[in-house]
């Protein structure tokens, strides 16, 4: 149905920033809530941000608020995340996804990218 590709991932050194981007392929796109995840080794899977399908709502999880904001160009069915400063425990491997449904739980989310590893030393 849709395909997303994330980028931008890399390494980077405590206090830093990085900018996380996802395409989308499809027209579908503009009418999908888009959710950020992140994955590290050994752990679940856990909820980062998410916009609306019309970018006017997002949410964050408490671990990023007010470091993370996420946002999206639908006439460039694109999704990014700008990362600022950054900490050790961010270090996982982050990926895009999109829903129907408003929501926050990976189950909700139907479409994957296949992610891209942050890391961060200290």
């Known amino acids: 149905q849709v395909q997303l590709v994330e980028s931008g991932g890399g390494l980077v050194q405590a206090g830093g920033s990085l900018r996380l981007s996802c395409a989308a392929s499809?027209?579908?796109?503009?009418?999908?809530?888009m959710g950020w995840f992140r994955q590290a080794p050994g752990k679940e899977r856990e909820f980062v941000a998410v916009?609306?399908?019309?970018?006017?709502?997002?949410y964050y999880a408490e671990s990023v608020k007010g470091r993370f904001t996420i946002s999206r160009d639908n006439a460039k069915n694109t999704v990014t995340l700008q990362m600022n400063s950054l900490k050790p425990g961010d270090t996982a491997v982050y990926y895009c996804?999109?829903?129907?449904?408003?929501?926050?739980?990976?189950?909700?989310?139907?479409?994957w990218g296949k992610g891209t590893q942050v890391t961060v030393s200290s």
């Open positions: 996804a999109a829903s129907i449904n408003w929501g926050f739980a990976p189950s909700m989310y139907s479409a």
């Open positions: 916009i609306g399908w019309r970018g006017a709502s997002t």
């Open positions: 499809g027209r579908i796109f503009s009418s999908r809530h």
